[in-house]
């Protein structure tokens, strides 16, 4: 009997990472650009998903819609006329690749268009899980408060655009702005930050115009 | 939950690396978790009693090395574990940049029985 160690160094994600990009190149060959929305339950995802669609007409969408469970947003999407699908993960925080290529089975890509899916809400495990997407798009809401950047910053530093929602409530909540900003730069220097309003549709042709050109 | 289908891959990788080395059973497995790989070692550690029952990796014990993030000052030149509610750099006063110290989520070596 004896012990003896073994080097081995592997990345745990590298199974889910090795998925996600056969996922994504299968479908870039479709011309689908994918959209990976996450932010805490409630953040405004669905309103968000909805206003950012009504500001595309001339693109097709797809939705894949991520819960614990309930298809509620997943029929609020369809009564829209909106290809959507719906994932129940019963239980699990996040949506993670092998997950997403069993439910790319059951849709149809009839042509080139965007994909949006809504991740778990959760600021925390999605943003480890890459899916197949080109871009994370991170939904906050003001009702949340300033200071999540601080609190989950691995979030806000691989989201590729955030969006500030609810900001109808910010005088509400004593929204910070700037300790908001400071947060989001001191994690990510680059992205863009975008204000909205989904009860008003405020601020998402701003948000549609740049998926526009970031996914040709 | 989140733990779950991770310790599962914990288990494949130290199982095939042990069976690639002929080994007869796996006693140590060393991970090293980040603080922002949003992992939590006890999880691990009672899903991995659960799911390597009956494998190669049965009663091998799990070594967690945890590490914290670390912000970088290019000013500076200098990593440095940020405060809370700031990214500040300690000498400087101004914000760094995040790094990948923090991030790791790796199986670092096994130890087996041949
Ligand atoms: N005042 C205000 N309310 C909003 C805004 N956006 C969304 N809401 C409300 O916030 C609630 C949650 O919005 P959803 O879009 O369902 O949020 P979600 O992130 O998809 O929620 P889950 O999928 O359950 O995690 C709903 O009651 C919306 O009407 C906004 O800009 N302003
Ligand atoms: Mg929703
Ligand atoms: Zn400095």
Redesign the pocket.
């Known amino acids: 009997m004896s012990g003896k160690e073994i080097e081995v160094v592997q990345n745990i994600y590298d199974e889910n990472d090795k998925i996600a990009l056969e996922t994504k190149a299968s479908l870039e060959e479709l011309g689908i650009f994918v959209v990976n929305v996450m932010?805490?339950?409630?953040?405004?995802?669905?309103?968000?998903?909805?206003n950012i669609i009504r500001n595309l007409p001339e693109e097709k969408i797809y939705v894949i819609?991520g819960?614990i469970e309930s298809d509620?947003?997943t029929v609020?999407l369809k009564d829209l006329g909106i290809n959507t699908i719906q994932i129940n993960t019963g239980g699990a925080c996040h949506l993670d690749a092998p997950t997403i290529k069993n439910a790319l089975q059951n849709l149809e890509f009839s042509q080139p268009g965007i994909l949006f899916i809504?991740n778990?809400?959760n600021l925390v495990c999605p943003a480890e899980f890459q899916i197949g997407e080109h871009i994370k798009m991170l939904?906050c809401?003001a009702?949340e408060g300033s200071d999540k950047p601080y609190k989950y910053p691995l979030a806000f530093e691989k989201a590729d655009v955030i969006l500030l929602?609810?900001?109808?409530?910010k005088e509400y909540v004593d929204f910070n702005d700037d300790f908001f900003l400071k947060g989001i730069r001191g994690l990510n220097k680059s992205v863009p930050v975008f204000e909205?309003?989904?009860?008003?549709g405020q601020g998402f042709s701003a948000v549609a115009e740049w998926l526009k050109h970031k996914s040709h | 939950m989140h733990e779950y289908p991770i310790t599962e891959q914990i288990v494949k990788i130290a199982s095939d690396k042990a069976k690639e080395n002929n080994a007869r059973k796996v006693t140590r497995i060393a991970l090293v978790v980040g603080e922002y790989s949003g992992f939590i070692g006890e999880s691990i550690q009672m899903y991995f009693d659960i799911i390597s029952k009956g494998t190669i990796c049965e009663g091998a014990f799990l070594e967690i090395e945890k590490i914290k993030a670390k912000w970088y000052c290019p000013a500076c030149d200098i990593y440095y574990l940020r405060q809370p509610f700031s990214f500040a750099c300690p000498q400087c006063g101004k914000d760094g940049e995040p790094t990948s110290i923090g991030k790791e989520f790796y199986v670092k070596n096994i130890e087996v029985e041949t």
């Open positions: 932010g805490a339950p409630g953040a405004g995802k669905t309103s968000s998903i909805i819609e819960d509620l947003d609020k809504e778990i809400g939904i809401s009702a929602t609810k900001c109808d409530l909205v309003n989904a009860k008003t």
